[in-house]
């Protein structure tokens, strides 16, 4: 066994998991903002596939619209809308493919809304991919350590017999 590739194996080890818990930790965390009247919140998702998204207003009217929309937000009717709920407060869900811009918005028929919004988005992201790389490297290296044969002690030399004299 070679101590120290052990060591250094299970050090990366636990810098992959962390990795993986801080990511999952990070992105099951809900965001919160006032998007004001006549302005949209922009959300690129960076991750691998779609992402879920939830998300919930509040501080609208009764006929307030909110949208999450691919396209331009434009009040009346946006363009590219894929979600959608109406009234006071309320929420909505959907799943965000990677990559692509949306805005989030709100409209009344007298024009745009402002609404407190908040949003938890869930999926599979760069940083926990790279944090199972990391954490599987690291288990390799551990078990290479563990496997390995420890370096043979180097045979002392010994002086040759001398006759009897």
């Known amino acids: 066994m070679r101590r120290g590739l052990v060591v250094a194996g299970a050090v990366v080890a636990v810098v ?8 999952v930790a990070i992105n099951g965390a809900s965001t919160s903002q006032t998007i004001p ?4 919140l ?3 998702p960076n991750g691998v596939g779609s992402i879920g998204l939830s998300g919930s207003w509040s501080g609208g009217t009764s006929d307030t619209k909110v949208y999450l929309v691919t396209g331009t ?7 590219g809308v894929v979600a959608s709920g109406s009234g006071a ?11 692509t811009q ?6 009344t028929p007298d024009g745009y809304q402002a609404v407190s919004f908040s949003y938890t988005s869930s999926g599979i992201t760069y940083l926990v991919v790279i944090g199972i790389v990391v954490l599987v490297v690291g288990a390799i290296l551990a078990v290479v350590g563990v496997r390995a ?3 043979a002690a180097p045979v ?8 009897p004299a």
């Open 37 to 40: 009247a006549g302005s949209a």
């Open 73 to 79: 937000p434009a009040c009346p009717s946006p363009t």
């Open 156 to 163: 002392p030399e010994t002086p040759p017999a001398t006759p």
């Open 102 to 107: 949306y805005s989030v918005f709100a409209c």
């Open 16 to 23: 992959g998991l962390l990795l993986v818990v801080a990511s």
């Open 42 to 44: 922009t959300l690129t």
């Open 89 to 99: 407060s309320g929420s909505f869900s959907a799943t965000l493919q990677s990559g």
């Open 149 to 151: 044969k420890p370096k």
